[in-house]
């Protein structure tokens, strides 16, 4: 898949509302992705690797399962 101009130097992208983190190097669904980056909810690591993702309390997104959805905190 093709990375987004605004993510392109970013192998993980973060969704804020859901709390999910997607690798652009295996991801094979471009509509979430950019979808992520229309709504402007897009979020990169640095360092850009899984462990800083997790560390912030994002997990790995998988193909083929739904997208959970977060309740917005008060």
């Known amino acids: ?15 804020k509302r859901t709390q999910l983190v997607y690798d652009l190097d295996t991801w ?3 509509a979430v992705i950019d979808e992520i980056v229309a709504a402007d909810i897009g979020l990169c690591f640095g360092p850009d ?3 800083e993702a ?7 997104a998988t193909a083929g399962r739904t997208r959970r ?3 917005p905190r008060a």
């Open 1 to 15: 898949m093709e990375r987004p101009s605004r993510f392109e130097h970013s192998r993980f992208l973060g969704d």
């Open 28 to 30: 094979a669904e471009p």
């Open 49 to 51: 690797s899984l462990a």
């Open 54 to 60: 997790r560390n912030r309390g994002y997990t790995l």
């Open 69 to 71: 959805q977060r309740k």
